[in-house]
């Protein structure tokens, strides 16, 4: 899976971006060449979309049957490439009144339109209710927003960094990210979800503010950041909402 997002739509932590990147013997990719070396790596079998100039999502079934399935669906210009399962989508389809046919990726698509829409509940309250292991990456076409979660166990592999643009690039694949990004790089944080608008934050500690520490790799260059709760922080409790709320102005409060 990949995701490249341009930086009108999302602005990501700054700390994401490393300086050793301009040093680095590797030079980071354009968006266009990241796409063209996922693409080659399965021609047969990977697909592409485009949105305009600020938004471009690709994926590619996996031929490994040891790594966790994954999906891809649109629907309603809403798009989710979903990576793992749910072991609870059944029980999550009645409560959301979804026909039995539903997968895992289907029911991400319904879940966000719901809370977008009219949903009665935080969003970090819906993805607590996930049953599984998972990572996923909504694109929400009609009101340019991005949605990027992972679940708390850190089961599936996601890794986001920054392009030679300052795209955001998302992938399943840490070799993509690392080929793409030079060191500007890292793991995305297991129980943490990211909204465009509103950046990165813990669905796990909604009241716990996250800090960045900064990663080095095997060559002792500092590749990116891990970001953490921070135990001795504390911000508002975000407000239950009306059946008037948005999911895609969601945030949390100050």
């Not at 790596?41 to 100039?53: E, H, I, L, Q």
């Not at 990027?148 to 992938?171: E, M, P, Q, R, T």
């Not at 129980?191 to 716990?208: D, T, V």
Request: aromatic content about 10%; overall charge neutral; glycine content about 8%.
């Amino acid at each position: 899976m990949l995701a490249i997002f341009k930086r009108s739509l999302v602005d990501p932590p700054k700390e994401l971006n490393s300086p050793a990147s301009m040093d680095s013997s590797t030079n980071s990719m354009l968006p266009n060449e990241i796409l063209h070396h996922f693409m080659s790596c399965d021609p047969s079998n990977a697909f592409s979309m485009n949105f305009g100039n600020d938004a471009l999502l690709a994926y590619s079934p996996s031929k490994k049957p040891s790594v966790h399935h994954g999906m891809f669906c649109g629907l309603d210009n809403i798009y989710c490439a979903f990576m793992g399962g749910l072991n609870n989508l059944s029980q999550l389809i009645k409560q959301y009144r979804l026909s039995k046919g539903s997968n895992d990726a289907m029911f991400t698509i319904e879940a966000y339109r719901t809370l977008r829409d009219r949903g009665p509940y935080p969003a970090d309250q819906v993805l607590k209710e996930l049953d599984g292991s998972f990572a996923f990456v909504i694109y929400d076409d009609k009101n340019g927003t991005i949605f990027v979660a992972s679940d708390s166990n850190g089961d599936i592999g996601l890794f986001w960094g920054i392009a030679a643009d300052g795209s955001v690039v998302i992938s399943d694949s840490k070799e993509l990210i690392k080929a793409s990004c030079a060191k500007s790089f890292a793991p995305f944080p297991s129980g943490c979800m990211f909204h465009s608008g509103h950046g990165l934050m813990s669905y796990e500690h909604p009241n716990r503010k996250l800090k960045a520490m900064p990663r080095v790799d095997s060559e002792g260059i500092m590749c990116g950041a891990t970001f953490l709760v921070d135990s001795q922080s504390r911000k508002s409790i975000m407000p239950r909402v009306g059946s008037e709320a948005n999911w895609a102005v969601w945030g949390p409060q100050a």
